[in-house]
């Protein structure tokens, strides 16, 4: 009896230990893991700030002629921040950009348009079926947010379904119809709503991904994702469309 119990204490011990030792290996683990992350985001930061003082010269002349349409997508909460967004936009400017999206799901940047051009003095509101606007002086700026999406795919169903009623009324035809991604591509033009594809789309926030942007208009957009607002960076910026500008595009446009 005492034997048994001994070796359930024995037992016992071990597991501890081992669990102790997996906990431990855990932490260290985690700890190198931070360390290298770290190490990271203070070479990207002092990467950003030597891009910034020009001392990276490959950073200096950018070829924007592949960057014709930008848009920037801002996490709605992080939108509020209309300071951070005319300076990031005045950092386009310089850089001469001319055409530029803003973003966000909940349309808080539309809200701002009034104090954002305000500020930019040199900037002007893009509205669909605008023309003539890749070589002028002045920066073009849309304001869009989600609903606009919801908007233009309604509308363009409706379109196409009473395109295709009418139709079926004519012919006598009654059979499903299937409607294909150039038949909506078509009707999103048709009602104005389609809007130019933009060449590069960077993202500002925690998230990952383009936050509902239209999806029709970016099958051959570039996403990049920048990090939070609040931590962008003027040489994160010009690294971004720089590295754009030097890639080779073998598909879509």
Not at 101 to 116: F, M, P, Q, R
Not at 168 to 192: C, R, S, W, Y
């Amino acid at each position: 009896m005492d034997f048994q119990m001994e070796m359930q204490r024995v037992s016992f011990c071990a597991a501890q230990i081992g669990n102790l030792g997996l906990v431990l290996l855990w932490h260290i683990l985690h700890l190198f893991v931070s360390i290298w992350y770290f190490l990271l985001d203070l070479a990207f930061v002092f990467e950003s700030y030597l891009i910034s003082g020009g001392v990276l010269k490959n950073y200096k002349a950018l070829d924007l002629g592949k960057l014709k349409y930008l848009a920037i997508v801002i996490e709605s909460e992080e939108a509020y921040q209309t300071s951070k967004v005319i300076e990031l936009l005045q950092w386009l400017e310089a850089i001469g950009v001319k055409r530029v999206c803003l973003y966000d799901t909940e349309g808080v940047l539309k809200k701002s348009k009034g104090a954002i051009l305000n500020k930019l003095k040199n900037a002007t509101e893009f509205e669909d079926g605008d023309e003539g606007l890749v070589d002028q002086k002045r920066m073009a700026l849309e304001f869009s947010s989600f609903s606009d999406g919801k908007e233009a795919v309604t509308k363009a169903a409706n379109l196409l379904f009473a395109k295709y009623l009418k139709l079926a009324n004519l012919v006598g035809d009654h059979e499903e119809k299937i409607f294909t991604e150039p038949n909506m591509d078509e009707a999103l033009k048709a009602i104005g709503c389609r809007g130019p594809d933009p060449d590069l789309l960077l993202v500002y926030g925690p998230a990952r991904c383009h936050l509902g942007f239209p999806a029709w208009r970016i099958r051959y957009t570039e996403i990049i994702h920048m990090g939070e607002l609040k931590w962008m960076k003027y040489g994160s910026l010009i690294k971004a469309i720089y590295r754009f500008t030097t890639v080779r595009q073998n598909y879509g446009k």
